[in-house]
């Protein structure tokens, strides 16, 4: 068996009881404190998301939908991402995506002391069970020993950012992950240090590179596997999209 697939084992089922237990703790749970609804702001935060307020709460569903309301701000965040991982700006539950922003990457770029451009991609910082929307546009950042050649720069759309020290930014076709390391790889610059943010095209339909900020800012689209079910007896059901059949 090779690492990748044994890894891909363990993940797989190390999700299934992590989804199961939690779905228990919610039944036996009850109507002790878990609502089917809750306000979070102007959110409203219902099935499967469920908001919690503090550690010693009981969870109320999987925890990968686990939602942190800010009752002084009205904020929402996506505590599967991390607790400085990814604000929620609306949700559209028949559509079953999620419109949200990453405040680490957002608070890094608007440092006035500080500023630094991003440096894990965003899609690390998900669980398995969202999906970054090919709706959303590839935001690069690089971190270059030396300026790209300005002929370059003007071809690829390329913005020196405030941060400086021969960081760029580059706006990119529809997302798609890892595999657009090769694509947008440039000469002189990390291909380590090379980040990919999703952003989505803003209202009035004038991307560039050099609103970067304001890119990211605006947020990005992600969607969601329904939970799997757990029956009554609290035996639980591996989804298809994890399931693994071994040979």
Known sequence: MS?????VVVSAWSLALMLAAAARGAEEEGGGGCLGSQKCGDLNISS??????GQADKPCGPLDYQVYCNNSTG????RSSTDSGFDIINISYGDRTMLVFDVHKLARLNNSTGCSIP???TFAKLP???TISPSNHNLVFYN??????????QQLGL?????GNNTFARLGGRFHGEGDYDKYYLEGCSRNSTVFLPVLEPPDGKANA???????GGGFLITWDLPPPVTSSGKFTLPETIRIKFV
């Open 3 to 7: 690492p990748s697939f044994f890894f």
């Open 48 to 53: 499967p998301f469920w908001i919690i307020q």
């Open 75 to 78: 904020v929402a965040t996506l």
């Open 119 to 121: 440096v894990f991609n």
């Open 128 to 130: 398995i069970t969202f």
């Open 144 to 153: 270059c020993t030396e300026a790209p050649p300005a002929e370059q720069q």
């Open 159 to 163: 913005v020196e950012t405030r941060c």
């Open 210 to 216: 050099s609103r970067y900020v304001e890119l990211v």
